[in-house]
């Protein structure tokens, strides 16, 4: 078996990694019962990576802005957008600047797939909440999903996946381990496929893992109101001993 490793996130690996039909297929319906109908304030995707929700939403007739810190995501995001003839724009941002770039009156703002969690650090996190207000309108609203990573910290090894995909006809099988830290994740994400025998690719990365008692103390601080918690996209209930993920919606208050 050969094998490539890598200690960034190449975009083109990102999409092999993912099946983007189930995965829009449970995102998109959620979102814009969330969000609405399209309105004039538009919609932010934070951390947008290659652009896959912001054409499906596009798609559907929503005003899309997305941001990514990686030059190469929004590269392939633009990419993506014209391939499919929608109108969206795409900017090279962090969180960290998101409002100077982007400006506000936003009507929503979403962050999906642990991207809240990849800002790295209690600082970053609470800094990215605090951008995702000021990006909102009043009565704007915020979607956040990330793992629930309580019950993930107890876990040893702790593996989530297969998660198997097809790009240009061929199946590739990814896995994603987790090793936790008293403030952090690592988080190693390793695909295989068939070419000539076996291949591997491994990268690896940081992950903050917040807590929603963290979360709630920060929106608060940053005129955030929570409205809802759930522990997957189906809407159950969620709970910190059982809950796959952590998803929640708060409103902008003023």
Request: charged fraction near 25%; glycine fraction near 10%; charge should be negative.
């Amino acid at each position: 078996m050969s094998k490539v490793q890598d200690t960034f996130l190449d975009p083109c690996w990102y999409d092999k990694g993912i099946n983007w039909s189930a995965r829009l297929g449970r995102e998109i319906p959620l979102l814009v019962d969330v969000f609405g109908e399209p309105g004039d304030g538009g919609l932010i995707d934070a951390g947008c990576g290659t652009g896959r929700q912001v054409c499906a939403l596009a798609q559907q007739g929503y005003r899309m802005v997305g941001a990514d810190a990686s030059d190469e995501m929004i590269v392939m995001a633009r990419s993506l957008a014209r391939e499919l003839a929608v109108d969206a724009a795409f900017h090279v941002s962090p969180y960290a600047e998101m409002n100077e770039r982007l400006g506000g009156g936003f009507g929503g703002v979403y962050c999906l797939g642990n991207a809240l969690a990849a800002a790295g650090s209690e600082d970053a996190v609470r800094e990215a909440l605090g951008q995702f207000s000021k990006c909102l309108r009043a009565g704007g609203r915020l979607f956040v999903q990330v793992l629930n990573f309580e019950p993930m910290r107890k876990e040893l090894p702790c593996v989530r996946g297969p998660r198997v995909s097809v790009v240009d006809g061929r199946e590739y099988i990814s896995t994603r381990n987790f090793q936790f830290y008293d403030d952090r994740a690592v988080v190693t994400n390793t695909t295989l496929w068939q070419d000539d025998g076996w291949k591997q690719r491994s990268h690896s990365g940081r992950l903050y893992p917040l807590s929603l008692e963290q979360i709630q103390t920060w929106c608060a601080e940053v005129g955030l109101r929570i409205d809802e918690t759930w522990g997957n996209y189906q809407r159950d209930e969620f709970d910190v001993t059982s809950s796959v993920d952590l998803i929640f919606v708060a409103t902008r208050e003023s």
